[in-house]
């Protein structure tokens, strides 16, 4: 950006921040497992338990995807690999969680904080 130019917006820089992590998700595995793990670190207690979605908190997987994501992150933490087929779906997979994570990762000034757990703790889906 030069000197002259205008400042980028919150939601100009978000938007561009997003878009260049999915395709580090999408690419790199070291992006990929990292944000696998972060993904999965936000799951609540009892999800990690159940291996499935069921908390409304605004964070972690979701869908169908949501159990095999969470048995990644668990062959990854004990293992420390995951396969190559495996990777490829991580992969795939991992994009649709970089907002998600940006929000993570950015300070609360940029529209993050960290994850809303807190105060949504509880609710289940649908409700």
């Known amino acids: 950006m030069s000197i002259l130019s205008k400042p980028e917006s919150k939601s100009a820089r978000e938007k561009r921040v997003v ?6 998700l999408a690419s790199n595995p070291l992006w990929a497992v990292r944000g696998l793990l972060a993904v999965y670190k936000y799951q609540t207690e009892a999800e990690k338990a159940v291996g499935s979605v069921t908390d409304d908190n605004g964070v972690g997987f979701a869908g169908v995807d949501g159990e095999f994501l969470s048995s990644l992150a668990k062959q990854y933490q004990s293992r420390g690999r995951l396969s190559e087929k495996q990777m490829q779906f991580l992969h795939k997979k991992m994009p649709k969680h970089a907002k998600q994570l940006w929000k993570a990762a950015s300070p609360p000034s940029e529209g993050g904080g960290g994850p809303p757990v807190e105060e949504s703790v509880g609710r289940r889906r649908g409700k």
């Open 19 to 24: 878009a260049e992590w999915k395709g580090k």
